[in-house]
Each structure stands twice: as C-alpha cells, then as structure tokens.
C-alpha cells in the first residue's frame, strides 16, 4: 500500500525523520513505514506514532548491501515518499535506492511538505547564500541532515514489528580489517552548547581563556577553519561550517568570529547564537541574537567571572 518511508543507518536520526514523516502523512494520508536493517536497536521506535516497522533481516552488517532490499521493499509497497538520513551511509544508500525506483532525490533537505501531487524540498545552496525550493514527482526521496527536524515522541500506539528476510542482499563489500576514527573530542553535532573560537583570538596560548569560558557554560568548544586547518590550534574535527561539522546547538557563542558564509553555513539553525567580535560590521550579527562589540580580551574574563557567581 502506498506509503511514506523512513529509513537512516542511525536510529537517533530515525526518530527525527519519523517526525518528518508524520508531517508528510498529514497532507498525504498515507502510512508512515519505518525500516530498519540488520541488528538495529528498536528501542524507541516501535512507541511513535509510525504506522509499521519493518525488519530487515540478512546476514550482513554493512547497511550499503541492504540499498537493493530497501528498494524492493519501496517497489512493492508503492512507496511515494522516502525520507533518508543525511548521514554518508544514509546518502549513499539513498542515491542508490533512487536510481533502482528511478525516482527523484533531494539531499540535505532542510523542509519537506507534499504539494500538488509533488514532495517540495528546501535546501541551502552556495554555503547558505540562497534557498533552493524544489518540486519533485512522486515517488520522490529526500536525504535529511541530523537535527534538523526534533525527534518523535513516544505515543501510546504500540507499532506492529515485521521481520522480513532481506532479498537481493548485495555482499559485494568484504571488510579486511576495521580500526576505531580516533577523535580528539566528543560528537561537535551533538553537543547542546558551543563556545566556538575563530581568528579574533590572537594566540594559542589564549584558547585556556576560551577553555575556561566553555567550561562556565558547560559547553563544547568549535572553532573557524582557519583555527583547525590554518592554525592548528585544534582539532579538525572541532571546524564547523559548510566543510567542517553542522551543527544545531541549544547555544552557539562566537568568540573572534567573522561569521563567513561558510561558516554560518554550519551553525546558522543554533537555537540561540551570540557573538563577540570587536567590528560592528562583522557580519556574524546579522546571525545572531544576542551581540557584544567589543575587544574579546575584555569581554570573555569579565563573563567568565560573572559566569561562576
Ligand atoms: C571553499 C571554502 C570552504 C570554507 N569552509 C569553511 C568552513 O567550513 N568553516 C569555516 O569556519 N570557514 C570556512 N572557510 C573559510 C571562511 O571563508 C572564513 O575565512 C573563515 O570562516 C573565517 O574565520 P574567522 O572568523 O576565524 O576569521 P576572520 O574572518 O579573520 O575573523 C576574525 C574576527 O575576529 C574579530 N576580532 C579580531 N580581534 C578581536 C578581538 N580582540 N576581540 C573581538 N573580536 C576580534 C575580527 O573583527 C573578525 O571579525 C571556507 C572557505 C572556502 C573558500
């Protein structure tokens, strides 16, 4: 029966484009399947409101080889609308699921509604200069970015969950050998609030005084690219921005921040953005909802003591 998908390889992600998917339902009336693969942990997830969740069961634990399972499933149930997680997994995934439908497919949108018999899309273009609107026919899939819509709500509904075997299973990948991503610090994109650094700050030495700051406000640190890939002050993955990590915290700080398209591009959805930067012109204000103008040195000491009375 035709209906609306969910799938993403990270079952936080999941619960968010439930949500998503629960919007769509309402103009198109249509069921809203959630698919999950392999050893995926269901908890969470069978309590929203989603119509029926789907188990795929196979031997492998890559959740590429399950791109030609996914969909078949889509072909047989008619599905109009699939929503994937922008993760690289979920992208690669989708792209592949698209081309087998021949359907279209947006990624990284940022909206999605249906209207006129089409999904309509936003998405960011030119590291968030511009809003692209599109109107894709349906079946019609879209990628969506982490955090960019809330997570379902657990509901009094318990959904039914149904095992399928997963057909068509691709085993074309053989893993030799697998080691950890060894990180310098935790998941930028998770964390609730950042005290992010940019080039304002004179020396490395000065990033103790930032570390105090973040630590008054319980907070992550982020930087500018030019802080991780210029400088070296920090690490890579500590850069947010259209190259670097996207992030959507309760609060992003800026602190010697410019505020470069391409780094608004990351952090522009924080809930509460503030910044300081000693030019008034510096176009982070335009972003941000609280401002202070004036010299960092100044300013952060004066917080950070006001911050721990
Ligand atoms: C293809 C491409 C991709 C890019 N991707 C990214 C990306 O993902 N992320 C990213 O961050 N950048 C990216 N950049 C770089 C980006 O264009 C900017 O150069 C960068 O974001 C600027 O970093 P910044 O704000 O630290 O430095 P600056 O732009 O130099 O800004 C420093 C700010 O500090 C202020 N300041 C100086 N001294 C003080 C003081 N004492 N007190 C208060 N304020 C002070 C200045 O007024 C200024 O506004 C990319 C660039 C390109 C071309």
């Given amino acids: 029966m035709p209906g609306i998908l969910i799938y993403s390889d990270n079952i936080t992600l999941t619960k968010q484009l439930i949500t998503a998917g629960l919007l769509l339902k309402e103009k198109m009336n249509q069921p809203v399947y959630?698919?999950?693969?392999?050893?995926?942990?269901?908890?969470?997830?069978?309590?929203?409101?989603?119509?029926?969740?789907?188990?795929?069961?196979?031997?492998n634990p890559w959740p590429e080889s399950y791109a030609d399972a996914i969909a078949n499933f889509a072909s047989t149930e008619q599905i109009s609308a699939g929503l994937f997680g922008g993760t690289p997994r979920g992208k690669d995934i989708a792209a592949k699921v698209a081309a087998k439908l021949g359907a279209g497919l947006v990624t990284e949108a940022q909206s999605v509604e249906f209207d006129d018999g089409c999904l309509l899309t936003t998405r960011l273009l030119y590291g968030g200069l511009a809003v692209a609107t599109e109107e894709v026919k349906l079946?019609?899939?879209a990628t969506i970015a982490p955090k960019t819509f809330e997570e379902a709500g657990s509901s009094d509904k318990q959904?039914?969950?149904i095992t399928i075997e997963a057909a068509n299973e691709l085993n074309q990948i053989t893993i030799g050998e697998t080691c950890p991503v060894v990180?310098?610090?935790?998941?930028?994109?998770?964390a609730n609030r950042i005290v992010s650094v940019g080039r304002g700050v004179g020396k490395?030495?000065?990033?103790?005084?930032?570390?105090?700051?973040?630590?008054?406000?319980?907070?992550?640190?982020?930087?500018?690219?030019?802080?991780?890939?210029d400088y070296h002050w920090l690490p890579v993955?500590?850069?947010?921005?259209?190259?670097g990590q996207k992030v959507k915290p309760?609060?992003?700080?800026?602190?010697?921040?410019?505020?470069?398209?391409?780094?608004?591009?990351?952090?522009?959805?924080s809930k509460v953005i503030v910044a300081i930067d000693m030019n008034e012109n510096a176009p982070i204000f335009e972003a941000a909802d609280y401002g202070i103008v004036g010299d960092l040195y100044e300013v952060v000491p004066l917080l950070i003591e006001a911050l721990k009375s």
Avoid: W
């Fill in 237 to 243: 993955e500590r850069y947010i921005g259209i190259s």
């Fill in 159 to 161: 959904t039914e969950v």
């Fill in 250 to 269: 309760d609060m992003y700080f800026g602190v010697g921040v410019s505020g470069q398209v391409q780094h608004l591009a990351g952090m522009r959805e």
């Fill in 183 to 190: 990180r310098e610090g935790v998941e930028l994109s998770a």
């Fill in 204 to 229: 490395k030495e000065d990033l103790s005084m930032i570390g105090e700051l973040a630590q008054a406000f319980d907070a992550e640190i982020g930087c500018t690219r030019g802080i991780a890939e």
């Fill in 34 to 59: 959630v698919i999950l693969t392999g050893e995926q942990d269901l908890t969470g997830i069978a309590n929203t409101a989603a119509d029926e969740v789907f188990v795929l069961k196979g031997s």
């Fill in 139 to 141: 079946p019609a899939l």
